[in-house]
Structure formats: structure tokens, C-alpha cells
């Protein structure tokens, strides 16, 4: 017997499914040959970690993804959205509770954040916008004119897709968690509150609204978002106060040691501000001492010195992203 | 807390959940995406470490997983009851990944890195229980990264012969019927491409020595 033909019966020796004349030619073959010995032994070695490979799981997002896909199909091609007309008119004619205004908060709602997705796909940078016009001037959320509807912002190319923050004007206590997207693709979205978790997804002319309660007088609710669209993956957390507080109260702390994500939620916490932020907040900001400051100031006392930038969008309302 | 949602699961999932595959598949020909939903479900971990094993790289992986149930939501019409679904939906895995490779050409960029990282924590879990030095944890995730390199040199036809033998514990008949080839075919090619491992580990002696 020769080399080849002795290596081709490997399996059928080590399945023992060789019939017994050849088995022992084969067997001869091993003892005589050490090549072929040495190349038999890693042969089962092969076999034995083949079957050690771990399992690996699609991401946590992949089912939603594909329904996504399933829906839309069946929906047939959504229509091409013009993304600045999209849904503001309900975006705009959130109503806002008496009581409310009457407290002096003005409007909480509103505000949209979004993440534009730049191509090239794999190696793309994703960078925030705001989908009115940028930083200068804050949504106005009551302004319906339309004549200040934004300006196009290259829609072809726009892949965005975020949430509103709003309370629930028919439930006190809670807060209206709006996830919405501009992108043509639908947007698998999973969403952690407090631990219990929902998937599903949003179409350009379908938003999905989560109601979720406050939390408890003195601590804050922190929610986390997870967005894919195509092979796109972002994260936003935002945190939510027991109760939304004036914009103009003052506090005055230190803090060491902390990460991003433990000042927002001390600041959240303390002022009553809702924060919605983006990315990886597990940063360490250093020392940063905030004397008799508003919000505005705290967060920039806070975030500047690691990069990051907060927006106050509405009252109570403030969005943290990196300065470009 | 409620949620309303244009994908949001309805009230009934939990029914489901205890349906079997053919009622599933009957509800699937009849148009309720949700009975598809419990199939995705059912077997999108399968799907999608098999789809890994083949391409060698976590995008490809879901791209391809993701067609497959796509096309097989699309096609779910033409699916009889006289073969598994599983059986069926690795073969279409298989034909989306053989469609993809023929549009690209050239042999996919493996980003082993990507898989690798991802693997790390099932590797440490894994390899937990029995309390491994660094060095040992190091070692096993070393091989790990060694075999899969090793796998994604093989030909395709070897790489999915051999992922479906050992890595998703199809049988020889099952892998013909998957491959569309004779049983015979699919037992050389299986001898192959474990010879093919055994001389690549081979110029690896200080890990698998
Ligand atoms: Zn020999």
C-alpha cells in the first residue's frame, strides 16, 4: 500500500467503517511508515478540537434585522422619503400639557437626534446632526412654520435614525420614548430598560413609541438603545430623572474618578435633566470641581476636557456627542 | 411599560413558541411572518455560526445568514415537508455563500480579528469551569485562531463539508442531500480536507504538539 492510498482510508479507519483486509493493510502501512503515522495522529487531533469550536451567536439585533426585511419586502419597496418632511408634523403638534406650562418648564419635548451614517459602509465615520438646523438654534418645538423646515441635508445620503424624548401627556410620571428613522432601510432597534429588553424596528413612515416610567424620587433610569441598520451598529444611552427640573437651577460638587457615564447620571440626577448621549461613555474624566453652576455649565465643566459636547435642545432636554 | 412598534412582538408570540415546524412552515406559506419570526428564531444560531465557520469573518457572516433567511422567506412556497428544514435552510446558506464568492472573485479578506474577538468570551467560558492558568486561556485561544485560519485556507467545498460534519453534526446523508452530491463525494472530500487540517497543523508544533 502507498502513501496515498493509505491516507485516503483515514476516515473510514477512524469511523471504523473500513473493511477488515484493509484495515490491516492500512495498519501495516502505519507501522512501517512514520510519516504517515505522524500525519494519522494529527489527523484525530484535528478531529478532536474541530469539535471544540465554540459557538458564536449572530448579534443581538440579527432577528429584528431580518423581519425588518421580511416586512418591507411584503410592504414592497418603501416609498423615498423626503426625510425633512418626514413625521414633523407630529413631531411638532405634540401637545403640551397646561399644567405643564404652567409650571414655568415650557416644552420638554422634542428634540431628534440622529446619527448620519457617511459611506463608505464598513469604514464610514458616524457623526451626529442635528436634523433641524445645528447648535445655534435649538428645536423650537412648537414651531410649525413651515418656511424654517430645514434645509436638505444630502437625503441621499442621510441613514439617520434616533429618538424623541417626550413625557406622556396623558400619563404623568411617564416618559414617551419616540424611536423614528430617515433611513430607507428599516432600522433594527434593541432597547434595555432597566434590564428588561424589547427588539423590533422602525420604518422611515413607521416610528415605534416606548412608554417608560420614571424612577423613583432621587435616582435615575438609565436606557440603553441599540441601532443597526444594514451592517450599521450605533449606541445611545439616555438617562431620565424622577422629575424634570427648571433649566436654571445651580448646584455646586466635585467630582474624581468618575467615568462619563457616572457624572451624566449625577447630573441628570441632581438637576433633573434628561440626558440622551452616544457612544462609548465608560471614559474617565478626572477631577472636575462645578461651583453654583447650571446644567450648561456643569456638562461643560464635566465633558470638555474628554472631547464630548452637551446641547441643551429643550428645556430639560440635553444631548451629549463628541465635538467634531 | 408597553411598546407599540411596527416589528414590536404581538401578544401571541408565546403561541408560537410551542408550535411545531410544520405548522410553522403551513402558517409561513400562508403569509404570517410571525410564524416566520419563530423560525428565524428557531434556528438563526445555527444559521449564523455555521455562515461564520464558512466565510471565516463576522460580517460576511451576518450578510450571508441574513440572505439566506431572506431568500428562504421568499421561496418558503417551494419548500416541501419530505426534507428537514434544517436541511433545507443550510442548503440555502450554502448557495447564498457560493453566490456571494462567485461575485467576488478573488478569495474574501479574512478578518480573523473580528471573530476572535467575539469568540473571547465564549472561549474564557468555556474554559472556565475547569480554572486554566492565563497561560492555558492564552493557549486555547491562540488554537482556536490557528484552526480557523487553517479552515478558511481549506477549498470551499472542503471548508463546508467539514463545517457541516463537525462543527453543525449534520450526517454524511444529510451533507449529500444539503450538497446535492453523492455520499461517496461527500466522504472523500470530508478525508481531504481533514488530511488538509492534519499537514497544516503540522507547521504549527508549538501549539497542537
Ligand atoms: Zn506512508
Known amino acids: 500500500m502507498n502513501c496515498k492510498k493509505a491516507r485516503d482510508l483515514f476516515s473510514a479507519y477512524f469511523e471504523n467503517s473500513i473493511d477488515a ?8 502501512h502505519l507501522a512501517e511508515c512514520e510519516a504517515c503515522n505522524r500525519t494519522y495522529e494529527r489527523f484525530k487531533y484535528a478531529i478532536s478540537i474541530m469539535e471544540s469550536l465554540p459557538e458564536v451567536g449572530p448579534p443581538r439585533s440579527f432577528r429584528a434585522g431580518v423581519m425588518a426585511r421580511v416586512e418591507s419586502a411584503k410592504r414592497g419597496v418603501p416609498a423615498r422619503v423626503r ?3 418626514l413625521d414633523w408634523q407630529r413631531v411638532f403638534t405634540i401637545r ?3 399644567r405643564v406650562a404652567a409650571v414655568g418648564l415650557a416644552v420638554l419635548v422634542a428634540f431628534v437626534m440622529s446619527l448620519q451614517f457617511l459611506p463608505p459602509l464598513r469604514t464610514g465615520i458616524a457623526s451626529l446632526f442635528w436634523a433641524q ?3 445655534e438654534t435649538p428645536i423650537s418645538t412648537l414651531d410649525q412654520d413651515s418656511a424654517r423646515a430645514p434645509k436638505p441635508w444630502t437625503p441621499e445620503k442621510t441613514n439617520g435614525s434616533g429618538l424623541i424624548v417626550t413625557l406622556d401627556t396623558e400619563s404623568p410620571g411617564v416618559y414617551l420614548l419616540r424611536l423614528h428613522t430617515k433611513s430607507l432601510k428599516p432600522a433594527a432597534f434593541e432597547i434595555d430598560v432597566s434590564g428588561t429588553k424589547y427588539s423590533g424596528y422602525v420604518l422611515a413612515d413607521k416610528p415605534s413609541e416606548i412608554r417608560v416610567p420614571a424612577p423613583h424620587s432621587g435616582s435615575v433610569r438609565v436606557v440603553h438603545v441599540a441601532w443597526s441598520i444594514g451592517e450599521w451598529g450605533r449606541y445611545q444611552t439616555i438617562f431620565l430623572p ?3 427640573q427648571s433649566r436654571t437651577a445651580t448646584r455646586t460638587f466635585e467630582i474624581e474618578q468618575a467615568t462619563v457615564s457616572d457624572v451624566l447620571r449625577k447630573i441628570c440626577k441632581d438637576y433633573g435633566v434628561a440626558i440622551i448621549a ?4 465608560g471614559k474617565q474624566i478626572g477631577y472636575a470641581q462645578v461651583y453654583q453652576a447650571t446644567p450648561d455649565d456643569a456638562l461643560y465643566e464635566c465633558l470638555s476636557r474628554v472631547g464630548l459636547k452637551a446641547y441643551g435642545v429643550a428645556s430639560s432636554v440635553y444631548a451629549v456627542e463628541p465635538v467634531r | 411599560m408597553s ?7 404581538a401578544g401571541s408570540f408565546g403561541d408560537y413558541e410551542q408550535l411545531g415546524e410544520n405548522v410553522l412552515i403551513e402558517r409561513c406559506k400562508s403569509g404570517d411572518t410571525a410564524a416566520f419570526d419563530e423560525i428565524v428564531r428557531r434556528f438563526e444560531k445555527r444559521v449564523f455560526n455555521y455562515a461564520l465557520r464558512v466565510t471565516g469573518n463576522y460580517n460576511d457572516a451576518c450578510d450571508v445568514a441574513q440572505e439566506a433567511f431572506i431568500r428562504a422567506f421568499h421561496s418558503i412556497q417551494t419548500f416541501r415537508g419530505d426534507a428537514k428544514f434544517a436541511t433545507w435552510i443550510y442548503r440555502i446558506v450554502t448557495n447564498v455563500y457560493l453566490d456571494e464568492r462567485k461575485k467576488h472573485k478573488s478569495h474574501p479578506t479574512i478578518s480573523l480579528d473580528d471573530t476572535i474577538e467575539l469568540e473571547e468570551n465564549s472561549v474564557t467560558r468555556q474554559i472556565e469551569d475547569s480554572t486554566p492558568s492565563p497561560d492555558e486561556i492564552l493557549q486555547t485561544k491562540e488554537r482556536m485562531r490557528v484552526l480557523q485560519r487553517v479552515i478558511n485556507a481549506l477549498p470551499d467545498y472542503q471548508r463546508i463539508i467539514i463545517t457541516l460534519y463537525h462543527v453543525e453534526h449534520r450526517s454524511y446523508e444529510e451533507i449529500a442531500e444539503i450538497l446535492d452530491l453523492p455520499i461517496g463525494t461527500v466522504k472523500s472530500r470530508l478525508n481531504r480536507a481533514r488530511l488538509a487540517i492534519a499537514e497544516m497543523l503540522e507547521s504549527e508544533p508549538e501549539l497542537f504538539g
Do not use: D, I, Q
Request: glycine letters at 10%; charged letters at 30%.
Open chain 1, 83 to 85: 426625510w425633512w418632511r
Open chain 1, 21 to 28: 483486509s484493509r484495515g490491516t493493510e492500512l495498519e501495516h
Open chain 2, 3 to 9: 411598546e407599540r412598534s411596527a416589528g414590536a412582538k
Open chain 1, 96 to 98: 403640551v400639557p397646561a
Open chain 1, 242 to 244: 424622577s422629575k424634570l
Open chain 1, 278 to 281: 452616544w457612544g462609548n461613555l
Open chain 1, 133 to 135: 438646523k445645528p447648535a
